[in-house]
T-cell receptor
Framework: GDSVTQMEGPVTLSEEAFLTINCTYT??????LFWYVQYPGEGLQLLLK?????DKGSNKGFEATYRKETTSFHLEKGSVQVSDSAVYFC?????????FGAGTRLTVKP | NAGVTQTPKFQVLKTGQSMTLQCAQD?????MYWYRQDPGMGLRLIYY???????DKGEVPNGYNVSRLNKREFSLRLESAAPSQTSVYFC???????????FGPGTRLTVL
């Protein structure tokens, strides 16, 4: 079945460092891809999305590009801030089937 | 706007007890979802309701029932709680099946 695999955490970075969180997927069709962020004690919030191959989603300095040839949707940010500390989830949706990765905890230190 | 609200925020049950988790949304969304979140496993879909009057099983439906009471409300019932159902439960809604999902703050359930 469809699935998402993302890099294991936790990830700890210093403020202004470059961030990459890897995400790869397995799907039978052509899914939409998402990154969600979860701050402590809260529900998930959509960070960015891409609905077809070569689309680039971006929001709040985060970017991810839908790569069909490598079945990947890696999350990147050029300069992280302490406020970016959270758990990040990669997800795919095909029709009404939504699958999430296990989540990657990011801690950014001043 | 409150968005998606869930009650209660925390609950402790004994094995065999029953309870209902409540979810409501004020965004006039058609679709609603129940997920559980377990450490190292991300979120898994329990049940969903594509539109008022319909419900369907997700990835992990065993031990749960749902009711789409009206367009706003979607409840999740545990008839006989088991320790394996200890988890954080999230409700979500979306305008349609292909739209962004908005999540509630979650209910942390412990079954002893």
């Amino acid at each position: 079945g469809d699935s998402v695999t993302q890099m294991e955490g936790p990830v700890t970075l210093s403020e202004e460092a470059f961030l990459t969180i890897n995400c790869t997927y397995t799907a039978t069709g052509y899914p939409s891809l998402f990154w969600y962020v979860q701050y402590p004690g809260e529900g998930l919030q959509l960070l960015l999305k891409a609905t077809k191959a070569d689309d680039k989603g971006s929001n709040k300095g985060f970017e991810a590009t839908y790569r069909k040839e490598t079945t990947s949707f890696h999350l990147e940010k050029g300069s992280v801030q302490v406020s970016d500390s959270a758990v990040y989830f990669c997800a795919l949706r095909y029709n009404n089937d939504m699958r999430f990765g296990a989540g990657t905890r990011l801690t950014v230190k001043p | 706007n409150a968005g998606v609200t869930q009650t209660p925020k925390f609950q402790v049950l004994k094995t065999g007890q029953s309870m209902t988790l409540q979810c409501a949304q004020d965004m006039n969304h058609n679709s609603m979802y129940w997920y559980r979140q377990d450490p190292g496993m991300g979120l898994r879909l329990i049940y969903y309701s594509a539109s008022e009057g319909t419900t369907d099983k997700g990835e992990v439906p065993n031990g749960y029932n749902v009711s789409r009471l009206n367009k706003r409300e979607f409840s999740l019932r545990l008839e006989s709680a088991a320790p394996s159902q200890t988890s954080v439960y999230f409700c979500a809604s979306s305008a349609g099946q292909i739209n962004e999902q908005f999540f509630g703050p979650g209910t942390r359930l412990t079954v002893l």
